[in-house]
């Protein structure tokens, strides 16, 4: 309130109209963006603005950054886990088929080798599957799933893979009861490959052959290879048998203590191939070559 006479202080002086100032304002707007839009004058000082305040805006961005951030780690972290989970579970759903897949493949290259070993022997065979052990635990006996329904024989030779595995001594309509090589009371008529001695190998449980009847100074050592020497008429010659494991010499004692290892998994259960007998060569062959004996003796005496 101003007293008679007196002019307010400048402090209380009122400017130019709100109004006055928002038009000159709008027309000092309008003027600057035409004359920046035509000629640019303001596009330097828009630079030197963007890099002062550059700084400015990555400080106030950085909690929006980093609150992104971690939401994207958390959420990674957590699709991994998950991903993770789901793997397992799919490892463990295979795991069934995965196993089996192996035990096909081993059968399978069982197969093949017993196959390639019927087809090395000029005998007819039988693939059988060996079910389960005797039950008698002073014998080593096996029984498989061939009989006479087969034609399967007591006495036939059954070899796997790698050797001669035992003998068919029962047989039934379905099955049949096979004693090994191991077993104490089987004999094989063997010979070694290094030097051609012919002696006779004996079961002795557990796993493991002897050669007995040998003097102690017979010319056997360890690592010597046993095979069929085929007198017996039962295996045929050429059979692997087993190997020398060690050659004990006592001069106590006459004959020599040699134990061997079998060459066949006779402890262990898989596919086995029984022998059959030896087949007899076609009529015509046999009457070709008994017409050729009388001649190939006569061309003999006239050479000598």
């Known amino acids: ?68 951030q971690l939401g994207g780690y958390f959420s990674s972290l957590t699709g991994l886990q998950q991903e993770n989970v789901q793997l397992k579970r799919k490892e463990l759903e295979s795991a069934n088929w995965l196993l089996r897949q192996q035990h096909l493949e081993l059968e399978n290259q069982r197969l093949r080798a017993l196959l390639d070993m019927k087809a090395r022997q000029p005998v007819s065979g039988t693939i059988a599957e060996i079910l389960y052990k005797a039950r008698d635990p002073f014998s080593r006996r096996v029984v498989v799933d061939k009989g006479s329904q087969h034609d399967v024989a007591p006495g036939q030779a059954v070899v796997d893979e790698a050797g001669v595995l035992g003998q068919v001594t029962r047989v ?26 012919r002696a006779v190998l004996f079961g002795a449980g557990a796993g493991q052959l002897e050669l007995r009847f040998l003097a102690a100074n017979a010319d056997v050592q360890a690592g010597d290879r046993l095979v069929t020497s085929g007198l017996d008429g039962v295996y045929l010659p050429g059979l692997p048998v087993a190997k020398v494991l060690r050659v004990d010499r006592d001069t106590a004692y006459s004959f020599a203590h040699i134990v061997c290892e079998p060459a066949a998994g006779v402890e262990k259960h898989g596919q086995v191939l029984i022998l059959g007998s030896r087949e007899a060569l076609p009529p015509q062959v046999e009457e070709v070559e008994a017409r050729d004996k009388p001649a190939r003796s006569r061309k003999a005496r006239r050479k000598e």
Do not use: C, W
């Open 1 to 68: 309130m101003s007293v008679v006479g007196h002019q307010p202080p400048p402090f209380f002086k009122r400017g130019p109209a709100p109004l006055a100032r928002l038009a000159f304002f709008v027309v000092l707007a309008l003027a600057l963006l035409v004359l920046d839009l035509k000629y640019r004058y303001l596009e330097q000082i828009r630079h030197g603005v963007a890099i002062v305040l550059f700084p400015l805006q990555r400080a106030a961005y950085t909690p929006v950054d980093l609150y992104e």
């Open 172 to 197: 039934y309509p379905l099955q049949s009861e096979v004693t090994l090589v191991t077993d104490k009371n089987q004999a094989v008529p063997v010979k070694i490959i290094r030097n051609g001695l």
